[in-house]
């Protein structure tokens, strides 16, 4: 996963019912509907399982350390979608200790490579690189009225931008994905095979002006420039940093889903919870 710096977390749990406006205001859902659209579930019936169970979050200082603030911001995101959550006092194998000890049902936790939701009842795995890329191809969905036989390019396919194809196609969408390692644009293209054919771009600037519909799931900044933006372009972002330009996001903010941390741990959350 991208790992984060504590500055692209900073204010996010003070931010949250701003962003339920905000998200309101472009899909007509807030973080939890978006994260109840990916799950497939109802709100009401992710509301009653919620509602009986409990999240520990455990801070993890193996490889290069703690993230200043991650682990509370990560409770106040799961507390926030009806959750009752805490940050265990201890870190590591401890703090899981710790989290067993005080009942809890779903562990979140994060370390360089990967973070997670564990249910423990129910033996389940939930990797926040799936549901990042499925959330928010779940609030483009939203944002665009439906997705169905609608052209979607996937920039970036790592695991986020893998899973965000997969929802694509899963949506109804025709799916194309562009990645500067070309054998992962193929590898994503193969795994999709028996769902949908994906078109392969192998060129980035080529595919941006052909497509108004994008999910930037890549780590680089500046890569869709203002040309790239028209009146029909709708953006869902969940890469680190923001791939557009400052002119860029001008012009399509009011069509633009980005959030650092936000959807992926709601989505995590209600699919622990489903899946």
């Known amino acids: 996963m991208t790992r984060l710096k504590s500055h692209d977390i900073a204010g996010v ?37 919620i509602a009986s169970a409990r999240v520990g979050v455990i801070p993890m200082t193996c490889g290069q350390g703690l993230i200043a603030g991650f682990a509370d911001t990560v409770r106040g995101i799961a507390t926030h979608i009806g959750f009752d959550a805490f940050v265990t006092r201890h870190t590591d194998v401890a703090g899981i ?8 049902d779903i562990l979140m936790m994060a370390d360089d ?3 997670i939701a564990l249910n423990i009842r129910r033996h389940r795995v939930i990797d926040n690189a799936l549901a990042t890329g499925e959330g928010f191809a779940a609030g483009l969905d939203l944002m665009v009225g439906g997705l169905k036989d609608k052209r979607v390019l996937i920039i970036g396919c790592g695991s986020v931008g893998r899973s965000a194809a997969i929802a694509c196609v899963k949506f109804g969408a025709k799916v194309s994905v562009y990645d500067v390692n070309r054998q992962r644009s193929v590898e994503v293209a193969k795994q999709l095979n028996d769902l949908s054919k994906v078109n ?9 002006s052909r497509y108004q519909l994008l999910i ?14 028209t009146p ?14 400052e002119a860029a996001y001008a012009k399509v903010k009011d069509r633009l889903l980005h959030d650092p941390l936000q959807t992926g741990v709601a989505t995590m959350g209600v699919m622990a919870l489903v899946f």
Not at 232 to 245: E, K, Q, S
């Open 113 to 115: 490579d990967r973070f």
């Open 200 to 208: 392969i771009q192998y060129s980035l600037q080529t595919a941006l």
């Open 13 to 49: 749990s003070a931010g949250l019912e701003k962003l339920d406006a905000e998200l309101r205001e472009k899909t007509g859902r807030s973080l939890f509907g978006i994260a109840c659209h990916a799950a497939g579930i109802a709100g009401k019936t992710a509301r009653d399982l």
């Open 232 to 245: 029909d372009t709708f953006i869902a972002a969940p890469g680190i940093p923001l791939g557009l330009t």
């Open 216 to 229: 930037d799931a890549t780590n680089s900044a500046n890569v869709i420039g203002e040309k790239e933006i």
């Open 97 to 104: 200790a710790e989290a067993f000890e005080r009942k809890a």
